[in-house]
C-alpha cells in the first residue's frame, strides 16, 4: 500500500512549487497595482475573484475528466494538476489571510462601511465567480464514465 498523498514527499514539493508561483504572482499583482491605505483594497479583490474562477474551473474540468476528483487517491496527470495548480499556485494566489487584515486595518482606520463592503463582497462575489468557473469547467470536458452527459436540452 502506497502512502497517503499528502505523505509524498514529491507531491508536497509540487504544492510548494506552485504556492512559489502562486505567492510571486499575488505579490507581482500588487507590486504592479498598490492599493492605497484606508482605501478599498482592489488589487486583493480583484485576485481573490479571479482565483475563485480559476479554481471553480479547474476542479470542475478535473473531476470531468475524471481520476483528478478531490479525494481521488491516485497520482495521475489529473492529481498532479489538482495539487500543483489547484491546491499550490491558486491556493497561494489567493489571499484569504490579507482578506482578513485589509479588513481590520479598513476597521482600524475608522472606514467601517469600506471594510463591511469589501469583506462581503469578497465572500459573495467569490462565490459567484467559483460558480461560474465551474459552469466554464462543465464545458471543457465530457462527464467521466458512469454520469450521464447533458444532452443540451
Known sequence: MSAPLHRRATLA???????????L???GLGLLFPDDPGQWPVT????NIAGAFLLGMLLEALTRFGR?????SGTGRSTL?????GTGMLGAFTTYSTLALDTDLLLHRGA???????ALATVLVGAVTCALGIAVGARLGPRVA????????
Do not use: I, K, Q
Open 25 to 27: 504572482a499575488r505579490h
Open 13 to 23: 514539493a509540487l504544492v510548494a512549487v506552485g504556492g512559489v508561483v502562486g505567492t
Open 68 to 72: 483528478g476528483a478531490p479525494g481521488g
Open 81 to 85: 494538476v489538482r495539487l500543483g495548480v
Open 112 to 118: 467601517a462601511g469600506a471594510a463591511v463592503s469589501y
Open 44 to 47: 486583493t479583490f480583484a485576485v
Open 146 to 153: 458512469g454520469r450521464p452527459e447533458r444532452d443540451g436540452s
